[in-house]
C-alpha cells in the first residue's frame, strides 16, 4: 500500500469513527413538540428514527465518496453520520410521531397525548 492510499483508508476510517451532532430547533406548543434538523446530503432511505422507551434517535448517513477522476482539496465535512437523541416525556405520543425530510431539513412533530392537552371547561348555570 503507498503512502496515498494509506492517506485515503485513514481518512476513511477517521470520518467513520466521527459522528456529528446536527443542529436542531424544538418548538413547544399546547398540542405537543415540533423539532427542526439540519441534516444535508442525508436522504430518506439513509435517515432512521426510532423510538424504544422514551428514546428518540435520528440517525442518517451521507455519502462522502468523490468521484475516482476528482481529488479534493479541502473538504469541510469529515463525518459520514449525523446522529441525535431526545427523552421525550410522558405527555408526548411516541406513536403519533410524523416526520417530513425536505432537501436535508428534517421536520418531526410530536403530539401531545390527548390526556396532556389543554382543555375548556363550559361553565352550566345553575
Known amino acids: 500500500m ?9 481518512q476513511e476510517s477517521t470520518a467513520e469513527e466521527i459522528t456529528l451532532t446536527p443542529d436542531t430547533d424544538i418548538y ?4 405537543g413538540v415540533t423539532l427542526f434538523f439540519d441534516l ?3 436522504s430518506k432511505e439513509t435517515l432512521d428514527i426510532d423510538v424504544d422507551q422514551d428514546i428518540l434517535t435520528i440517525k442518517g ?6 468521484a475516482k477522476n476528482m481529488q479534493p482539496t479541502y473538504i469541510d ?3 459520514n453520520v449525523f446522529e441525535r437523541r431526545f427523552t421525550l ?3 408526548l405520543d411516541s406513536s403519533q410521531i410524523v416526520a417530513k425530510l425536505d432537501q436535508g431539513a428534517l421536520k418531526l412533530s410530536i403530539p401531545r397525548l390527548e390526556k ?5 371547561i363550559n361553565i352550566k348555570v345553575a
Do not use: F, M, W, Y
Not at 413547544?28 to 398540542?31: F, I, L, N, P
Not at 396532556?116 to 375548556?120: E, I, L
Open 28 to 31: 413547544e406548543s399546547k398540542e
Open 61 to 66: 448517513k451521507i455519502d462522502l465518496t468523490t
Open 89 to 91: 416525556g410522558d405527555e
Open 2 to 10: 503507498n503512502a496515498e492510499n494509506k492517506e485515503v483508508a485513514t
Open 116 to 120: 396532556h392537552q389543554p382543555k375548556k
Open 40 to 42: 444535508p446530503g442525508v
Open 77 to 79: 465535512v469529515r463525518a
